[in-house]
């Protein structure tokens, strides 16, 4: 019986899961994006977000450095623990918890389990708080009218001054 196990096993031994969270950890923070299972992406959730509130403590430099060699000893692979505390660390320093998201994708077609992709929050363009706003300003219409709108107005008032032009020399002429 299980009782009070909250862990899920995968169908592998202790050693084996170990290092298949390792793997998988390693390639989402290289990545920032990885499809997965839906089971192992809920195991790499619980197993990934405690690193990556570890990249937050920064009081001191021993902190950071038992911090840098606590996460090194779960994830084996120093160019992720770089990534890691050099890249995802200032960008999740205000998010309170919450660092990952799964996205169920539906069945695999092999063996019909169901798919998912786990993804850090703030690296997400689509999602992003703020993002959508940078996207809007870039307005971008599918009228062509526009230019020609704009040329025809320019050649109106080229027009309008030429005729008030030729009409003040005309008046001029009739005159004398």
Do not use: W
């Not at 390792?22 to 920032?32: A, D, E, F, S, V």
């Not at 995802?88 to 205000?94: S, T």
Request: net charge positive; hydrophobic share 30%.
């Amino acid at each position: 019986m299980r009782h009070g196990n909250k862990n899920n096993n995968l169908s592998r031994t202790a050693s084996h899961r170990r290092s298949l969270l390792m793997n998988l950890g390693c390639q989402l923070i290289t990545h920032k994006r990885i499809t997965t299972t839906l089971a192992k992406a809920r195991s790499l959730r619980t197993y990934i977000e405690p690193l990556i509130t570890k990249t937050k403590a920064n009081e001191s430099k021993e902190a950071i450095m038992h911090n840098h060699r606590i996460v090194f000893s779960y994830l084996n692979d120093k160019d992720a623990v770089k990534e890691l505390f050099t890249v995802v660390a200032p960008k999740v320093a205000d998010r309170p918890g919450g660092y990952t998201r799964i996205i169920k994708l539906g069945a695999r077609v092999g063996d019909n389990a169901e798919m998912a992709m786990i993804e850090l929050v703030d690296f997400n363009e689509i999602y992003g708080k703020g993002k959508g706003e940078e996207v809007s300003t870039a307005k971008k219409t599918r009228r062509s009218g526009g230019k020609k709108k704009a040329a025809t107005t320019e050649e109106a008032s080229e027009t309008s001054t030429e005729e008030t032009q030729s009409s003040a020399d005309t008046s001029e002429s009739a005159e004398d």
